[in-house]
């Protein structure tokens, strides 16, 4: 067979003890053989740590639901998993139940709306959609350009032009509705790209502005607050007494001011001014609303 004989050996190891395949040597023949009929031989073979990850990554679907894909990807992982059962001594299903993903605030997309609102940005035709801002009565009617979609927190947004402004807009998908499919094509400018957009924003938010914030951290939060990576421009600083200071860059503050409240009383924003008006207005409010009778 023009084959080394150690190759040979180690293929027929294989076969008995990674692929249980029933070989036994028969010294009177001088040859292998199966025992019994063999079962087919997989069409893949996951180690234990891989088929881990994959019962994990099938867990963290979560973040899908509302969308087309949370289905299909579903029943991708189902599919999968059955195939494996007889080539693994262990469960996938007690694999999946040994690690557990919980989304807060999980979005209500209509699965339509993202459908049409996908085929838009796959064949880069417009869509006419009507759109409700959160600070406006009633949803407008436009027709957009859509360029990217993309998961941010957890939210899905889609980044587009809109030609009655003239400019590039993030759309919620939450807040689309009736999106219908146009027959005007379009190109996506070469020099666009979702990196590049959302470089100055703490999550979603673009803006024109360039600010340097740097907030303090004490107590417990000066440890927790470090066990993330919050954004591509934070800088970090130890001081004394276990504080410490993150140092950003960014375009808009109203991510990073509800973000700061979160940490309460344990984060104190250094810089700029402007956020920390912000915040102490934000606390004179609430100081007011929760002050007792």
């Not at 951290?217 to 410490?244: D, I, K, N, T, Y």
């Not at 940490?263 to 920390?276: D, F």
């Amino acid at each position: 067979f023009e084959l080394d004989r150690k190759t040979i050996q180690r293929d027929i190891d294989y076969l008995r003890e990674r692929l249980n395949r029933p070989v036994l040597f028969d010294p009177r023949r001088n040859s292998y053989y199966y025992t019994k009929q063999p079962e087919p031989l997989p069409e893949m073979l996951l180690t234990e740590g891989e088929l881990f990850g994959i019962m994990v990554a099938r867990n963290s679907l979560e973040q899908y639901r509302g969308t087309p894909y949370f289905q299909q990807l579903s029943d991708s992982y189902r599919k999968l998993a059955a195939s494996l059962d007889t080539e693994v001594s262990f469960s996938a299903d007690d694999y999946a139940a040994r690690v557990s993903f919980k989304s807060m605030g999980t979005p209500k997309i209509d699965p339509g709306v993202f459908e049409v609102v996908s085929r838009g940005v796959a064949r880069r035709v417009m869509v006419t959609l009507d759109y409700h801002k959160p600070n406006e009565r009633a949803a407008r009617r436009r027709s957009v350009q859509l360029w990217h979609i993309t998961h941010r927190g957890h939210m899905w947004y889609v980044v587009g032009f809109d030609p009655a402004i003239s400019g590039r807009r993030t759309f919620a998908l939450t807040r689309i509705k009736n999106p219908i499919l146009t027959r005007r094509k379009f190109d996506v400018p070469e020099d666009f790209s979702p990196e590049k957009h959302f470089a100055n924003a703490f999550s979603v938010l673009c803006g024109e502005g360039d600010f340097r914030v740097v907030i303090r951290f004490c107590g417990a939060s000066a440890a927790r607050v470090q066990e993330c990576e919050w954004h591509a421009s934070e800088r970090w600083r130890q001081l004394e007494g276990g504080e410490v200071e993150l140092e950003l860059r960014l375009a808009a503050l109203e991510e990073i001011e509800r973000w700061v409240l979160s940490w309460g009383a344990e984060a104190e924003v250094i810089e700029p001014k402007a956020l920390r008006d912000r915040i102490a207005a934000t606390v004179a409010a609430l100081t007011g609303r929760y002050r007792s009778e």
